[in-house]
């Protein structure tokens, strides 16, 4: 059921992707590199697949849907608007930059940008698919436990 669940938020992502896509495409966005540009939506899959494991934790562990809707704002705001997503780290203070050379956000668009732009991505990439991994391994066999214990 929880792969099902993965499955479904993937499908809902990759739809998101293309109309975001679709509309950056329409006001005159121009891809450098077109490989790169399929190689970041695969790597943002993979790495929403790997942050999915821990709101599937979060909804089997909270009580209703507006602890996990709470929970999960707490989580993603702080990875957003501390990330390199919005505003390079250059233009940061100090203490905000070091969380953000740690964020696994601004690792996965530190990457896009590359891969889209042509650029460095191997040392962002691999912290990347690292985030990655460590998340599923950490957050999946906790959400499957979770859920086989409540269920």
């Known amino acids: 059921m929880l792969f099902a669940k993965i499955a479904v938020e993937l499908m809902r992502m990759l739809f998101a992707t293309a109309v975001l896509m679709l509309v950056a495409f329409l006001v005159g966005y121009d891809v450098h590199h077109w490989g790169g540009l399929v190689a970041s939506v695969g790597l943002s899959v993979v790495f929403g697949s790997a942050l999915m494991w821990v709101f599937l934790t979060l909804g089997v562990v909270m009580k209703n849907a507006q602890s996990v809707q709470a929970m999960g704002f707490l989580v993603l705001m702080p990875l957003q608007f501390g990330s390199s997503i919005f505003a390079p780290t250059a233009s940061m203070p100090g203490w905000l930059r070091s969380f953000t050379d740690y964020n696994p956000l601004s690792a996965l668009a ?3 940008r590359g891969l889209m732009e042509g650029g460095p991505v191997a040392h962002d990439l691999w912290v990347t698919l690292i985030w990655s991994v460590g998340l599923t391994a950490v957050m ?6 979770k859920f086989r214990t409540k269920a």
């Open 110 to 112: 530190d990457t896009a």
């Open 140 to 145: 999946a066999p906790v959400a499957i436990h």
